[in-house]
């Protein structure tokens, strides 16, 4: 009797144990990771900012905070006419730097065809890790390490998801902001494309921001969604942005192209002019079968579509959304990757992977990885600059 109930636990121990490993893989292959080690700096608000807003049609208000928790948090707060160009700066605590640059009152709303014969480096879903994102630049030579934009006329192309779990999201748009002006002065450009979580930011859906900006909209006097709405400086430049665009041939969108946006009809400018309408109209299925709310959709909208790693598509369905916009190739990012790949016989490139964060570690850790394209040839860049052709 003793000997059964001991054999009967050793296979309940076993069955156990089976279905831990089980639940672990299917974590790991779903882009989940054990979280440990915070950097207690990922707390530190002195200096945090600008945080930028519309006071009224001729003034905005540029706020930094200031202070620590033992002694209290206060704002400095000045104001400035709108046409008027404001000198900013912006701190990362992690590594005690800082990079500064001007807020300027106009936002251009950015083409969505390109064509040249210059290289593009690409690179998504750095979710609010600033110093990944920085460092990432710095050795695929598009700065230098003091920020300066090296990559000439290249493109920097940023296929969404720069927002939410991180906690240097402000860094991180600033930075961005920064690059777009050094990059313009070089005859350069940065695009920002607008990812799924972009698109919840404008919406007020900040559920996986993280803790630190509720913290920061407190000592604003704000509500946390009002961080990215119109009446934000960076919520305005945001809605600018694209959620698609065509560059030397390629195509760049953060989810995908749905079959039945393929079969639209409309052109990459048309589903950019429709998007840009909607970004702050939060989602909601209706009956009715709408264009808008296609392209907005959380299953078959371009910001979020994943069918490309999660649907049975045919290589005839892929290159057929890809003929309809005269595109040789698609480069996404949304769907976790293992490393930067091509699929469907070179036809989507999936660049979405696993970065470190600024201010903890994971289990299992990554490192960071992008896309070159040069001269009609597609690289997988490492985070140290390395390269190997796909």
């Known amino acids: ?10 296979h309940i121990l076993s069955t156990v144990l089976l279905l831990a490993i089980i639940a672990v893989l299917f974590g790991l292959y779903h882009g989940a990771s054990l979280h440990y080690g915070d950097n207690p ?9 600008p945080y930028v807003f519309y006071k009224n049609d001729s003034t905005y208000s540029v706020h930094y905070v200031k202070g620590n928790q033992e002694e209290g948090f206060y704002l400095k707060n000045e104001e400035y006419p709108l046409t008027s160009e404001v000198k900013a700066t912006c701190y990362f605590p992690l590594d005690s730097t800082n990079f500064d640059f001007k807020i300027k009152p106009h936002i251009e709303t950015p083409q969505s065809h390109y064509n040249d014969t210059n290289p593009i ?5 750095i979710e609010g890790g600033y110093k990944t994102f920085r ?10 390490s003091k920020l300066n934009w090296t990559f000439g006329k290249g493109h920097l192309v940023l296929v ?5 779990r991180g906690w240097s999201v402000n860094q991180v748009l600033w930075f961005i902001y920064k690059l777009e002006q050094d990059a313009k002065k070089q005859g350069g450009y940065v695009h920002f494309i607008i990812g799924n979580h972009e698109l919840k930011n404008m919406q007020g859906d900040y559920g996986a921001s993280a803790e630190k900006y509720l913290i920061l909209s407190t000592i604003l006097g704000k509500v946390q969604s009002e961080l990215y709405d119109p009446n934000s400086f960076l919520g305005k430049w945001l809605s600018s942005k694209n959620a698609m665009e065509l560059i030397n041939g390629n195509l760049f969108a953060h989810g995908g192209i749905h079959p039945d946006v393929a079969d639209s009809k409309l052109s990459v400018k048309e589903i950019n002019q429709i998007i840009r309408s909607n970004y702050y109209k939060p989602y909601y299925p209706k009956k009715e079968n709408t264009i808008e709310q296609l392209l907005l959709s959380t299953k078959r909208g371009v910001c979020w579509y994943r069918g490309y790693y999660k649907e049975d598509l045919t290589q005839e369905e892929v290159e057929h959304g890809l003929n309809i916009f005269a595109a040789k190739t698609i480069v996404v990012g949304h769907t976790l990757q293992s490393k930067v790949n091509k699929t469907y016989n070179g036809k989507v490139i999936g ?9 903890h570690k994971n289990w299992p850790s990554g490192k960071s990885e992008g896309l070159l394209i040069e001269n009609n040839k597609y690289y997988r860049v490492f985070a140290d600059g390395a390269k190997e052709e796909i």
Do not use: C, Q, T, W
Not at 135 to 144: A, E, R
């Open 351 to 359: 660049i979405d992977v696993f970065h470190p964060k600024d201010y």
């Open 1 to 10: 009797m003793k000997k059964r109930i001991i054999r009967y636990l050793k």
């Open 160 to 164: 969404g998801d720069f927002m939410d």
């Open 41 to 49: 700096l990922m707390y530190h608000l002195d200096n945090e900012g």
């Open 121 to 125: 480096i690409a690179i998504s879903d």
């Open 135 to 144: 460092d990432f630049l710095i050795n695929s030579n598009v700065i230098d």
